[in-house]
């Protein structure tokens, strides 16, 4: 596979507990889908320091792109901006540029740029900031590690303001069938399809539906004319 | 912490590609959290035998639980029960007591055990069996690593025929307080409550509403009279 890999980290207790439905990791997948951009590995972990930091070195000396969520707010529990700089061993505190982004949204906004606002332009040195166009206060990048925030609003648009600088693959194809039968009456067809076919990923998802079983079958692929084969074959195999 | 603490593994491609959205980890996570188990990790990997055996043994060296996620069923990208097993290096082949329960589930139904169908009765030598209601086939319990199904009313059944048989600890209890100010207005009142009431959890969850940027802040412990205090006191603090 020649298309980029990926990993997402999401931090933040509040998933962890259950308090808080994750929905960053969904949009974040599809988009990454979209640019051709391969998400292999998902973690979340708790606001601990030890936790973060230990996640980012395990996953951003694995994969070409690691995309965090949450933690970068001006609260006690925000320390994820101090955890990624730990973890590259860069050094970090209050930088101007970010600073300055600040200074200019406060004064318009009439609220006082304090200490804990402030905290929010703590920037590792050599990071590039990544815009945040709905509240101001940055994302960053450090080495291969895209830092953005945790509300679901702010980090959507952080993505659309850092994914058109990242350089993607092919996008990645689908094609998905949906079939009455449960999965143990097309498990050999699929089996023998995904041999021939082995340069695709063929999954199979079932569902059930008013006590009916069923299941979605996605083919997915670079190459679309091999994605058409595949699906064109099922679709025979599986009506004869 | 005296609670049992505990991580997840979701295993499937259509998860990563952003074809489906998770909805496992928000239901294991709140019945966990009732439950007195503290959900420290969640990890999302493919249907990758490499993968999903990493993830299980470091999972499962350093958590007193794993509850597991998908790729039980009788398809070719059905892979988890296999790579459970290797990474215990145990045996695994169709079990006895796996397949009278598969054997009685068709004959009721009419439908053909047939060779795809009976992967599903593949159990680790040693494993306990986790009960199916709602379409028979079982996940099982490995060491200290719990397998179920990905189909959320099958996981849900299957976390519901798991959690009483596993000791918990006191149930995590918080209590919420919704504050429509700004996190950079309240943080420093936050820090200070964290320090002082540090056998507390104390989150700070910011949002959004029609322009307004608001807080939800949540208070987590296991002793009832502490959280009541720190909410008590973080109400009037942030009163005056």
Known sequence: MTNPTAAMLVIGDEILSGRTR??????????????GIALQEVRVVSDDAQAITGAVRALSSRFDHVFTSGGIGPTHDDI???????????HIDVRDDARALLEAHYK???LELNAARLRMARIPDGAALIDNPVSTAPGFTLENVHVMAGVPAVFEAMVASLLPT?????PLLSQSLRVMRGEGEIAATLGALAAEFSDLSIGCYPFQKDGVFGANIVVRGSDGARVDAAVTRLSRDLEG
């Open 22 to 35: 994750d929905s960053n990791m969904y949009y974040l997948a599809g988009e990454l889908t979209k640019h």
């Open 80 to 90: 994820t901006a101090d955890c990624i700089a730990a973890a590259f061993d860069a």
């Open 108 to 110: 318009t906004t009439g």
């Open 166 to 170: 990242l350089t993607g693959g092919a």
